[in-house]
Nanobody, 126 residues
Framework: QLQLVESGGGLVQPGGSLRLSCAASGFTLDDFAIGWFRQAPGKEREGVSCIGKSGIFTDYADSVKGRFTISRDNTKNTVYLHMNSLKPDDEAVYYC???????????????????WGQGTQVTVSS
Protein backbone atom coordinates (compact mmCIF):
# COMPACT_ATOMS: atom_id res chain seq x y z
CA GLN A 1 0.00 0.00 0.00
CA LEU A 2 1.38 3.35 -1.04
CA GLN A 3 1.44 5.73 1.86
CA LEU A 4 2.89 9.03 3.01
CA VAL A 5 3.04 9.74 6.72
CA GLU A 6 3.79 13.15 8.18
CA SER A 7 5.15 13.65 11.67
CA GLY A 8 6.80 16.32 13.76
CA GLY A 9 3.95 18.73 14.20
CA GLY A 10 3.00 20.15 17.55
CA LEU A 11 2.70 23.26 19.67
CA VAL A 12 5.47 25.83 19.45
CA GLN A 13 5.85 29.39 20.64
CA PRO A 14 6.22 32.22 18.14
CA GLY A 15 9.81 32.36 17.02
CA GLY A 16 10.30 28.68 17.64
CA SER A 17 11.24 25.85 15.32
CA LEU A 18 9.88 22.52 14.21
CA ARG A 19 11.01 19.84 11.79
CA LEU A 20 8.34 18.01 9.89
CA SER A 21 9.03 14.64 8.33
CA CYS A 22 7.29 12.94 5.44
CA ALA A 23 8.03 9.23 5.24
CA ALA A 24 6.97 7.08 2.32
CA SER A 25 6.08 3.42 2.50
CA GLY A 26 5.10 1.03 -0.24
CA PHE A 27 7.07 2.95 -2.85
CA THR A 28 10.35 4.79 -3.21
CA LEU A 29 10.51 8.55 -3.52
CA ASP A 30 13.34 8.51 -6.05
CA ASP A 31 11.05 9.31 -8.97
CA PHE A 32 8.85 11.76 -7.13
CA ALA A 33 8.94 15.44 -6.46
CA ILE A 34 7.60 16.20 -3.01
CA GLY A 35 5.53 19.15 -1.96
CA TRP A 36 4.56 20.49 1.42
CA PHE A 37 1.17 22.16 1.63
CA ARG A 38 -0.78 23.64 4.49
CA GLN A 39 -4.36 24.45 5.24
CA ALA A 40 -5.59 26.75 7.96
CA PRO A 41 -9.23 26.76 9.10
CA GLY A 42 -11.42 28.54 6.58
CA LYS A 43 -8.62 28.86 4.05
CA GLU A 44 -7.65 26.98 0.93
CA ARG A 45 -4.80 24.55 0.92
CA GLU A 46 -1.67 26.36 -0.22
CA GLY A 47 1.76 25.30 -1.37
CA VAL A 48 4.53 25.94 1.12
CA SER A 49 7.57 24.34 -0.45
CA CYS A 50 8.60 21.65 -2.88
CA ILE A 51 11.71 19.72 -3.79
CA GLY A 52 12.67 17.97 -7.00
CA LYS A 53 13.39 14.27 -7.06
CA SER A 54 17.16 14.74 -6.93
CA GLY A 55 16.98 17.35 -4.22
CA ILE A 56 18.72 19.99 -6.32
CA PHE A 57 15.66 22.04 -7.20
CA THR A 58 13.61 23.61 -4.43
CA ASP A 59 10.94 26.26 -4.28
CA TYR A 60 9.23 28.18 -1.50
CA ALA A 61 6.20 30.32 -0.99
CA ASP A 62 7.13 33.95 -0.45
CA SER A 63 5.63 33.82 3.04
CA VAL A 64 8.17 31.21 4.21
CA LYS A 65 11.30 32.11 2.23
CA GLY A 66 14.28 32.49 4.51
CA ARG A 67 12.53 30.70 7.37
CA PHE A 68 11.71 27.23 6.02
CA THR A 69 14.08 24.75 4.42
CA ILE A 70 13.07 21.63 2.56
CA SER A 71 15.39 18.66 2.21
CA ARG A 72 15.21 15.00 1.34
CA ASP A 73 17.07 11.83 2.15
CA ASN A 74 16.22 9.28 -0.49
CA THR A 75 18.15 6.60 1.39
CA LYS A 76 15.60 7.01 4.17
CA ASN A 77 12.70 7.58 1.79
CA THR A 78 11.93 10.73 3.75
CA VAL A 79 11.51 14.43 3.07
CA TYR A 80 11.87 17.09 5.74
CA LEU A 81 10.58 20.59 6.26
CA HIS A 82 12.65 22.60 8.70
CA MET A 83 10.61 25.52 9.99
CA ASN A 84 12.29 28.35 11.87
CA SER A 85 11.03 31.68 13.21
CA LEU A 86 7.49 30.38 13.26
CA LYS A 87 4.67 32.88 13.30
CA PRO A 88 1.01 32.55 14.27
CA ASP A 89 0.20 32.78 10.54
CA ASP A 90 2.07 29.52 10.02
CA GLU A 91 -0.46 27.66 12.11
CA ALA A 92 -2.17 25.05 9.95
CA VAL A 93 -2.39 21.39 9.13
CA TYR A 94 0.66 20.53 7.04
CA TYR A 95 0.47 17.91 4.34
CA CYS A 96 3.12 16.33 2.19
CA UNK A 97 2.36 15.04 -1.28
CA UNK A 98 4.22 13.14 -3.98
CA UNK A 99 4.28 13.96 -7.68
CA UNK A 100 5.59 11.36 -10.10
CA UNK A 101 7.78 13.15 -12.61
CA UNK A 102 10.57 12.66 -15.11
CA UNK A 103 11.72 16.24 -14.59
CA UNK A 104 14.17 17.63 -12.08
CA UNK A 105 11.88 20.45 -10.99
CA UNK A 106 8.87 20.45 -8.69
CA UNK A 107 5.58 22.30 -8.57
CA UNK A 108 3.98 24.41 -5.91
CA UNK A 109 0.45 23.87 -7.17
CA UNK A 110 -1.59 20.94 -5.97
CA UNK A 111 -2.22 19.75 -9.52
CA UNK A 112 -0.59 16.46 -10.32
CA UNK A 113 0.22 15.40 -6.79
CA UNK A 114 -1.29 11.95 -6.65
CA UNK A 115 -0.29 10.80 -3.19
CA TRP A 116 -1.08 12.69 -0.01
CA GLY A 117 -0.40 12.17 3.65
CA GLN A 118 -2.97 12.58 6.38
CA GLY A 119 -1.48 15.82 7.68
CA THR A 120 0.14 16.99 10.88
CA GLN A 121 -1.04 19.92 12.98
CA VAL A 122 1.29 22.84 13.64
CA THR A 123 0.11 25.24 16.32
CA VAL A 124 1.99 28.47 16.96
CA SER A 125 0.94 30.09 20.18
CA SER A 126 2.37 31.58 23.33
Amino acid sequence: QLQLVESGGGLVQPGGSLRLSCAASGFTLDDFAIGWFRQAPGKEREGVSCIGKSGIFTDYADSVKGRFTISRDNTKNTVYLHMNSLKPDDEAVYYCAALFTIHAMCEMSRRGYGYWGQGTQVTVSS
